[in-house]
Every structure is written in structure tokens, then in C-alpha cells.
């Protein structure tokens, strides 16, 4: 959790349909509330976050014309993207660990502010398996490497493991802030400077939310973290406000990924303004990204 791989999986699919392919985003929607049948005709199905789970559906926002399918078995969703929208290219959104799927790529996400934990397993640790299941990689993307330019060490770690398999440096950019209840509107990056807020996210990687925070100089007065892909309440929220109330904060800043799970909530206040930091993907050499990607395809 938390290494960047939505963020990963939208700048792929955009790349690779500017390209021409017809790419469709594969995921398991992880802790949706309503489990309903996989959309048989989701061009026509509106896209709900009780339904597809944040991750997808935040996905879905972002790339309305990219097809994005929530099933726990990815072979039947895969056979469906093909036989529905006719694409030639499926993208996995969290595949390492999906053993019944030959796939023509498999790249692996390390986030370079805390690549390996403390190299134990669940629940000692972060990993989902031992390091040497590295080898299995035909990829590896470093990703925040803005928040922590030191990689070298990390960069030889893999390469022990991996040695000739690519290692391509990314971060995670500010694009702008928007509110919550104007999200077609992307203010500045800057918009927020030396403004007193109150942060509240519920992600893999709270540390690195805060520390963009700070580069942009933004004054965090208030900090609530909540565990991944936290369901919120309305409770939660005026919890949220009484104490950003108490310390004359009217400011509240979130993620796009937590924004998904309250939406819902319909949350209407003129007392505070709530905005949402978007970020996008940006590589230190994305053209060796991108003739990797293009090598999969026939010339």
C-alpha cells in the first residue's frame, strides 16, 4: 500500500492510448461496500464508489473513456474487457501476487521514501513476499524519488536481485488543488501557501501526503490519519471540524483517493472549505519508460 500504484496505472493507460491501443484497467475494488455483478454493459452503468471501491472509481474519474472493470477474478474480467470494447491491452492495477494470469510485463512499484519496510513479511512487516520474489520483475519503477533524491543504495539492492532489469526513477508532482465542491476547477499548486490547514487522509502512505504539503509550503496545523482505504462517517468528519474549529482552522485538505470515500456522504458545510490535492506521475526519463512499454507491441 501506498507505493504509487494507481497513480502508475493512469499514466500507462494514458500513454498507451495515445498510442492508439484500446487499454482497459483491470481491478479487484478492493473494500467495496456493494458487490454487484461486473458491469455487462458499463459504458451504460454509472461508476459508484460503493460499487467499484476508491481506487477504480477514482480511476474512473479521471479516465472517463478508459474502461475500467472490478471483479475479484481478473481472467473473467480480462476475457470480458476483450470481448466487450475489443481491447488489446489489459492493465493489472495490483497483479504481482496474480499467479493464474501470464502477463507480458510485470512491473514493480517501490516507493523510495520507505522502499522495503523492515524487510519482514505481513503482518511483522510490509512485504507480501520475500525480496528474492524481485526476481520475478520485468520492471522496476522507483516512485517520490522527490521526496527522497538519495536511490543509489536502493537502486543497488535491486539490481543484486535483478541484475540488467531496468530501474526507472519517478515522482509524484503537485498539479493543483481543487474543491470538493467545484472539482472540475484545478486551482494552482501555490494556492494554499503559508495558509494554516488541517489534513486528514485515509492512504498507504500518509507521510509522503504531508510532506508535499510541507514543499509547498503549507502550513499543517492539523494532521488526522486514518487507515487505508478508511470507510469515512459523517461522525468521523465533525469529529474533523469540532477540532479544526477548536484550533480556528477553516481550511481542510485531503486526497482524491479519500475524497471517492466520502463523496457519498454528500457533505455540505459553509463553515470550512475542503480541497483535494491532485498529483500525477513524472519520470526522470519517461521515453526509456515509454519505448519499454512500446516493446510489448509488434513493430
Not at 499467479?99 to 507480458?104: A, C, L, N, S, Y
Amino acid at each position: 500500500g501506498g507505493t504509487g500504484k494507481t497513480s502508475l496505472v493512469e499514466f500507462i493507460a494514458r500513454y498507451l492510448k495515445m498510442q492508439g491501443h484500446k487499454v482497459a484497467i483491470l481491478s479487484r475494488g478492493y473494500k467495496r461496500k456493494t458487490f454487484v455483478p461486473n458491469f455487462k454493459n458499463p459504458e451504460t452503468t454509472p461508476p459508484s464508489y460503493e460499487a467499484m471501491g476508491d481506487e477504480p472509481y477514482m480511476l474512473k474519474m479521471r479516465l472517463e473513456d478508459i474502461p475500467v472493470l472490478v471483479d475479484k477474478d481478473r481472467i473473467r474480467s480480462a476475457f470480458r474487457a476483450i470481448e466487450v470494447f475489443r481491447v488489446d491491452t489489459v492493465i493489472l492495477d495490483d497483479g504481482f501476487q496474480q499467479w493464474r494470469m501470464e502477463k507480458d510485463l510485470e512491473i514493480v512499484a517501490i516507493d523510495a521514501t520507505r522502499p522495503f519496510g523492515n524487510r519482514r513479511l505481513i503482518p511483522r512487516g510490509i512485504l507480501r513476499e520475500p525480496l528474492s520474489a524481485l526476481r520475478r520483475a520485468g520492471l522496476f519503477v522507483l516512485t517520490k524519488t522527490n521526496l527522497n533524491k538519495d536511490t543509489v543504495g536502493i537502486i543497488d539492492l535491486l539490481h543484486e536481485f535483478s541484475p540488467g532489469i531496468d530501474v526507472l526513477e519517478s515522482s509524484h508532482e503537485p498539479v493543483g488543488f481543487f474543491d470538493i465542491n467545484q472539482p472540475q476547477e484545478l486551482l494552482s499548486p501555490d494556492f494554499l501557501k503559508s495558509r494554516d490547514v488541517c489534513l486528514f487522509s485515509g492512504i498507504g502512505d500518509p507521510d509522503s501526503f504531508e510532506g508535499l504539503m510541507e514543499d509547498l509550503e503549507v502550513k499543517v496545523g492539523l494532521s488526522f490519519r486514518f487507515s487505508d482505504h478508511y470507510v469515512y462517517t459523517k461522525q468521523d468528519l465533525e469529529n474533523i471540524f469540532r477540532m479544526s474549529r477548536q484550533n480556528k482552522i477553516d481550511t481542510l485538505v485531503t486526497t482524491e483517493k479519500d475524497f471517492a470515500r466520502f463523496a457519498f456522504l454528500k457533505t455540505q458545510t459553509d463553515e470550512f472549505r475542503i480541497y483535494c490535492l491532485r498529483i500525477q506521475l513524472s519520470f526522470k526519463d519517461e521515453q526509456r519508460f515509454f519505448h519499454r512499454l512500446l516493446r510489448l507491441y509488434p513493430a
